[in-house]
């Protein structure tokens, strides 16, 4: 065996290492490396794995599954008795009359069925009857029994009490905090870095981390809303539809908008000139994309044409201005030669074409590079409006959209920069034309004068250019007739606004976009976008400032190249960490309610800690009370021990009698306890609800016990009964038949 084995290795022979002297040359020492002396003790080494301690361990875990099994034999007993005074309610009675054969032909069999696996011994007396016998005795002393499974009531309560106030608090403060879908979502937005931007491409990478289920972008910006004769800012965020569907938004009226992704997403930006080349499905032949500044390649005419279409007739020629011109793209027929002419798809898939249109100086086609002025009456050179295809034509991307221009047939035609000989007769002077560009040496005098928690930068615009001296007019961006103009406001703002919440579904509202070079980095000066009416769609609660969401199409379609942040969701609340730690690793910071909930329930978790400690002082106490109630109870039940054990009951089934008792005690004291507490808490609901009704809050519940609290309530007053019931057990299985009936 194991002890024989280690006895021969310990018993083994090791021969020291000798060092010999010699007369002759000294030779080389062997080096002996000296382990650390392990000494074993042999006997206790036996005695552990001896057949007395196997026996021994044998025997506790015999001791185990039967305090198990006396266990469910009792809850089992506790439930019987529970149904039978249920049926002695007149009340209840007629019910479990009806019932009765269901119970005995199923249940019952049933029951009879689990009493017999857990008795498994043969033979003795069964722990059911000890069990029985038990609450027998019990009631013979009621006083003492009821004191005694009241005071171990009332330790089990204060420990139930003060846990589900614990509890309870956790969670009312949680969910002022956050909402269960708040647990798994995270908001993603710009690290240290300064090379670090949320794009498009930067959503797809986010997107492709396992376990993140969406990944909604955000775009953040102040708007200025128009209302009353007066202007006040809010906080304005550009979201797609699936972002207020997906964000725990509390809603009080209306519907959210609806947006489709591909047309709400950034443009794609190609280096190509720095030009912004913008994609986008479902468009319509006539729809206005942007205002544009550009020009044509030198030594190439264009045709003009009414229409935007190539079957559209000709009005006359156009060529290369020195300074360019100004205009406003539309959408129309597709052509080829340019991949702007097939950047657009309609409804039905047909590719479209982006068409400029402005007016133009009109140029007349003689032969085969042969072009001459069209001059009018007077012999002025005639300019027309019409639309160009945007083939050979250079357009400034960089203030492509926030050049001011109203779109009418009767506007001054004005060229940008020098004008030509023949195009002096214009209206318009050179100089009185380079006055409306913008400088080029405007730069942006916006000054951040705060960021919010929401990571809105509040700005004041400066009034002069940088370097020049001159003043830098805030330009002016037009939104797109494609835009959904509709919007989610929160109570804040209609508050702002003087309307009421129900008649606030429907209204409308006027607003401007402030546009900072944070979102587009091209910007060389202050912008805004031109004021357009919004419809309000829904009403949520959350904020206490005022707050506006809007389709991020709409945002995005000023120019804005980059998102201000993202709000990721993950599948499981579980993965949040794990998913979280993977954006940080690309370099951008993450945010989440989640943090807050946890330092909630690690504070809560030391407050529980410390309550529970107050009830187990409680506790202690009822289980010194039911220990003494044992104690007497054992004297003065020494003769009736003697009895038992004349009559053949064996000192273990004696020991199990005495053990029942404790442990119906336990177990009994901690039901009524669990009862107790939960009612002292209610109560204490109640009481605090009453007053929060009187200041407006409403109902508050500050207690709460969760199900796995109430078994870990239970199990630990069956085992503080078996623990107090143990002394009292063993004495009596030590006393002698014989002196006990001789006892008085």
């Known amino acids: 065996m194991l002890s024989d084995l280690l006895d021969t290795q310990l018993d083994s022979p090791v021969e020291p290492a000798i060092a010999e002297k010699t007369s002759g040359p000294k030779p080389l020492e062997k080096k002996h490396w000296h382990l650390p002396k392990f000494t074993f003790d042999r006997s206790k080494i036996r005695k552990f794995f001896s057949k007395e301690t196997i026996l021994r361990l044998e025997e506790e875990g015999k001791v185990v599954l039967s305090l198990l099994s006396f266990f469910g034999l009792l809850m089992l007993f506790l439930g019987e008795m529970f149904l039978k005074a249920l049926g002695r309610v007149k009340v209840l009675k007629g019910a479990f009359e009806s019932t009765e054969k269901f119970w005995s032909s199923r249940m019952g069999k049933m029951s009879e069925k689990i009493i017999d696996r857990l008795e498994s011994r043969e033979g003795g007396v069964r722990r059911s009857f000890l069990i029985a016998l038990a609450f027998r005795n019990m009631k013979a002393k009621k006083t003492r029994s009821f004191v005694t499974v009241g005071g171990m009531g009332v330790g089990i309560a204060a420990i139930v009490f003060l846990v589900s106030v614990g509890y309870g608090l956790q969670n009312l403060v949680v969910s002022r905090v956050a909402r269960l879908e708040e647990l798994k979502m995270a908001d993603v937005t710009l690290g240290q870095s300064a090379n670090i931007r949320i794009d498009n491409a930067a959503v797809q990478s986010i997107e492709n981390i396992p376990n993140v289920a969406k990944v909604l972008p955000?775009?953040?910006?102040?708007?200025?809303?128009?209302?009353?004769?007066?202007?006040?800012?809010?906080?304005?965020?550009?979201?797609?539809?699936?972002?207020?569907?997906?964000?725990?938004?509390?809603?009080?009226?209306?519907?959210?908008?609806?947006?489709?992704?591909?047309?709400?997403?950034?443009?794609?930006?190609?280096?190509?000139?720095?030009?912004?080349?913008?994609?986008?499905?479902?468009?319509?032949?006539?729809?206005?994309?942007?205002?544009?500044?550009?020009?044509?390649?030198?030594?190439?005419?264009?045709?003009?044409?009414?229409?935007?279409?190539?079957?559209?007739?000709?009005?006359?020629?156009?060529?290369?201005?020195?300074g360019g011109y100004e205009g406003v793209e539309y959408w129309g027929e597709?052509?080829?030669?340019?991949?702007?002419?097939?950047?657009?798809?309609?409804?039905?898939?047909?590719?479209?074409?982006?068409?400029?249109?402005?007016?133009?100086?009109?140029?007349?086609?003689?032969?085969?590079?042969?072009?001459?002025?069209?001059?009018?009456?007077?012999?002025?050179?005639?300019?027309?409006?019409?639309?160009?295809?945007?083939?050979?034509?250079?357009?400034?991307?960089?203030?492509?959209?926030?050049?001011?221009?109203?779109?009418?047939?009767?506007?001054?035609?004005?060229?940008?920069?020098?004008?030509?000989?023949?195009?002096?007769?214009?209206?318009?002077?050179?100089?009185?034309?380079?006055?409306?560009?913008?400088?080029?040496?405007?730069?942006?005098?916006?000054?951040?004068?705060?960021?919010d928690e929401q990571g809105v930068e509040w700005v004041t615009l400066g009034d002069e250019a940088s370097g020049a001296g001159a003043i830098a007019e805030v330009m002016i961006v037009d939104l797109p007739e494609s835009a959904q103009r509709q919007a989610v406001v929160n109570r804040a703002f209609l508050e702002l606004l003087g309307v009421d919440i129900n008649d606030a579904v429907g209204s409308t509202f006027e607003i401007a976009f402030v546009i900072l070079n944070t979102l587009k980095p091209d910007l060389d000066r202050p912008a805004e976008s031109s004021l357009a009416k919004y419809v309000v769609q829904a009403v949520i609660e959350e904020g206490n400032a005022p707050i506006i969401y809007v389709p991020l199409g709409d945002i995005t379609s000023l120019g804005i190249s980059n998102y201000s942040q993202a709000k990721l969701?993950?599948?499981?609340?579980?993965?949040?960490?794990?998913?979280?730690?993977?954006?940080?690793?690309?370099?951008?910071?993450?945010?989440?309610?989640?943090?807050?909930?946890?330092?909630?329930?690690?504070?809560?978790?030391?407050?529980?800690?410390?309550?529970?400690?107050?009830g187990m002082v409680a506790l202690a106490v009822a289980s010194l009370g039911m220990f003494n109630t044992l104690t007497v109870s054992l004297m003065e039940r020494t003769r009736e021990v003697g009895v038992m054990k004349a009559m053949g009951m064996q000192s273990s089934e004696v020991k199990e009698l005495f053990l029942a008792e404790a442990m119906v005690m336990g177990i009994l004291g901690g039901i009524f306890g669990v009862l107790a507490g939960w009612i002292a808490g209610k109560m204490l609901g109640v009481i605090l609800s009453a007053f929060a009704v009187i200041k407006g809050v409403g109902y508050v519940d500050v207690s709460y016990i969760p199900p796995l609290f109430v078994i870990f309530v239970l199990v630990l007053s069956f085992v503080v009964g078996v623990v107090t019931g143990i002394y009292p057990a063993r004495r009596a299985t030590k006393i002698s038949a014989l002196d006990a009936l001789r006892y008085e």
């Open 569 to 614: 969701i993950v599948k499981d609340k579980s993965d949040l960490a794990k998913v979280r730690q993977q954006v940080d690793n690309l370099g951008y910071k993450t945010a989440s309610v989640a943090d807050t909930v946890a330092q909630i329930d690690k504070l809560f978790g030391t407050a529980r800690a410390v309550l529970a400690t107050f």
């Open 218 to 322: 955000v775009v953040s910006l102040v708007g200025k809303v128009s209302f009353g004769g007066g202007v006040s800012e809010s906080v304005v965020h550009g979201v797609t539809g699936d972002y207020l569907a997906g964000a725990g938004l509390n809603k009080v009226k209306g519907e959210y908008f609806e947006t489709e992704a591909k047309t709400a997403l950034l443009p794609d930006i190609r280096v190509a000139g720095a030009t912004t080349v913008w994609q986008s499905e479902n468009a319509r032949v006539g729809a206005r994309i942007r205002n544009v500044v550009f020009n044509i390649e030198p030594e190439t005419y264009l045709r003009v044409r009414a229409e935007p279409n190539t079957k559209s007739e000709i009005i006359g020629y156009v060529r290369r201005v020195e």
């Open 334 to 451: 597709g052509y080829a030669g340019s991949d702007r002419g097939r950047e657009g798809k309609d409804g039905e898939g047909n590719e479209l074409g982006r068409w400029i249109k402005a007016p133009y100086p009109i140029w007349d086609k003689k032969g085969i590079d042969d072009y001459e002025p069209l001059y009018d009456s007077e012999r002025i050179q005639e300019w027309r409006e019409g639309y160009v295809a945007e083939l050979d034509l250079l357009v400034d991307e960089d203030a492509s959209s926030y050049v001011a221009w109203e779109d009418a047939t009767d506007r001054t035609p004005n060229v940008l920069g020098e004008a030509t000989e023949s195009a002096q007769v214009a209206t318009a002077s050179a100089s009185q034309i380079a006055s409306d560009l913008p400088s080029p040496e405007a730069t942006i005098t916006a000054t951040i004068v705060g960021t």
